[in-house]
C-alpha cells in the first residue's frame, strides 16, 4: 500500500483529531502518503481529499472537533454513492481508508468493504456505545465535561435546596449517565437499558430530605426520554423544588483529555497498521487495555452492553 485515506464521520467527538494525527504519523513514518477526506461520506463523493503532510497535523493533538470536519450523508446510503465514493479514491490512487466515527459510519465502512474496498473502522463517539472496544473516543472527555457542569449545579442547588435532573447525552446507550452519576453521587440515575420505578425514585428524594440533604441531582439518559417532562413528573410527586438542565451539544466540545488523546493516538495507529498488514472491513478497539480487532460484520451485528454491575452499584451507594 502507498497511499491511504482518513475521514471523521457523525457526530463528532473530541479526541478525533489526535486519532487523525496518528493516523497521519504512523504512515507517514512506514514510508506512505496519507490523503485527508472532508466532511464524512459527503466529501468522499464529491472529492473534497486533500494532501495531508507532517505539518497538516501539528497543533491539533489538544484540540476539540475534527480538523477534517464531518458530516451525516444520506446519499453514501445508496449504491451510486459507494461507487461514486470509490472513483475518488481510485482516481488519486488511495487504497486504503480509515473511518472514524460510531456506527452509521461503521456501516458505511462496511458497505465500501463489501464493494472490496479495504477500511478500517475506529471507534468515535461520546456514547461509548459501539461493541469490540471498552471504550471510544470523547467517552473520557464528555464525562468529564458533564461531571464539571454537574458539580456547578451542586452547589447552587444546595444553596436553594433544590432537586436537578440532568439530560444527558449518549443515544440509546446509559453509559454517560451511569458513569456520571456513580462519579457524582447522583440520587437517581436513569437510563433506557434499565426499567425505573417513579415510586423508589421519590422514596429515595424523601428520606434524603429527612435526613438533611440540602439538595439532590437526578441524571437522565436522553435516550429515556425528556428531562424536562421528568423534572415536571418529580416535582408533582415531590412537592420538591425541581430544576431542569439540558447539558446539549456541550457535551461533544472541549480539549481532549490524557486519556482520549493517548487511545486516540493507539487505535488511530492501529488502524494503519492493519491496512498495512493487508486487513480490510475491521474495526479496532481497547479490551483490558490491550489493543484488538474485529471484523466489522460481526460488530455491527451485536449491541453494545452496559456494565450491569456498576449500574447496581450505583444503586446501592444512593441509598
Ligand atoms: O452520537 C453522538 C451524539 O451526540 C448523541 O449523543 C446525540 O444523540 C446525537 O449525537 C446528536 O446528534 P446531532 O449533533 O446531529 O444533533
Redesign the pocket.
Known amino acids: 500500500m502507498k497511499k491511504i485515506g482518513v475521514l471523521t464521520s ?2 463528532d ?1 473530541p479526541g478525533m483529531n489526535a486519532a487523525i494525527r496518528a493516523v497521519v504519523r504512523k504512515a507517514i513514518f512506514h514510508g506512505i502518503e496519507v490523503y485527508g477526506v472532508y466532511a464524512g461520506f459527503t466529501g468522499l463523493i464529491s472529492g473534497d481529499i486533500k494532501k495531508l503532510e507532517i505539518g497538516s497535523v501539528g497543533d491539533i493533538i489538544h484540540r476539540g472537533g475534527t480538523m477534517l470536519h464531518t458530516a ?1 450523508c444520506e446519499e453514501f446510503k445508496t449504491e451510486a454513492g459507494q461507487k461514486k465514493a470509490i472513483e475518488q479514491l481510485n482516481k488519486i490512487g488511495i487504497e486504503g481508508l480509515v473511518v472514524i466515527g ?1 456506527d452509521g459510519s461503521y456501516r458505511g465502512a462496511q458497505k465500501l468493504t463489501e464493494r472490496g474496498y479495504p477500511t478500517i473502522g475506529v471507534p468515535g ?3 461509548n ?1 459501539i461493541p469490540g472496544t471498552d471504550f471510544t473516543i470523547g467517552f473520557d472527555t ?1 464525562l468529564n465535561t458533564i461531571i464539571d457542569a454537574i458539580d456547578k449545579i451542586r452547589d447552587t442547588a444546595t444553596s436553594h435546596e433544590r432537586t436537578y435532573v440532568v439530560e444527558v ?3 440509546d446507550a446509559g453509559d ?1 449517565a451511569l458513569w456520571a452519576g456513580l462519579a457524582d453521587g447522583a440520587e437517581s440515575i436513569i437510563i433506557p437499558e434499565e426499567q425505573y420505578d417513579m415510586d423508589q425514585i421519590v422514596r429515595r428524594l424523601e428520606r434524603g430530605h429527612k435526613r438533611g440533604k440540602k439538595h439532590s441531582i437526578i441524571i437522565v439518559a ?2 429515556v426520554g425528556s428531562g424536562i417532562d421528568f423534572a415536571n413528573k418529580i416535582q408533582e410527586a415531590t412537592q420538591m423544588e425541581t430544576r431542569v438542565t439540558v447539558l446539549g ?1 456541550i ?2 466540545g472541549g480539549s481532549p483529555t490524557a486519556f482520549d488523546r493517548v487511545l486516540a493516538s493507539r487505535l488511530g495507529a492501529k488502524a494503519v497498521e492493519l491496512l498495512l498488514e493487508g486487513q480490510a472491513g475491521k474495526t479496532v478497539g481497547i479490551e483490558s487495555n490491550k489493543l484488538v480487532y474485529h471484523d466489522i460484520n460481526e460488530i455491527l451485528k451485536v449491541r453494545h452492553i452496559l456494565d450491569k454491575e456498576m449500574y447496581n452499584l450505583s444503586q446501592e451507594l444512593s441509598i
Open positions: 457523525g457526530g467527538s451525516r460510531g463517539t461520546i456514547d456505545d464528555a447525552m449518549g443515544r454517560l436522553e435516550g451539544h457535551q461533544r
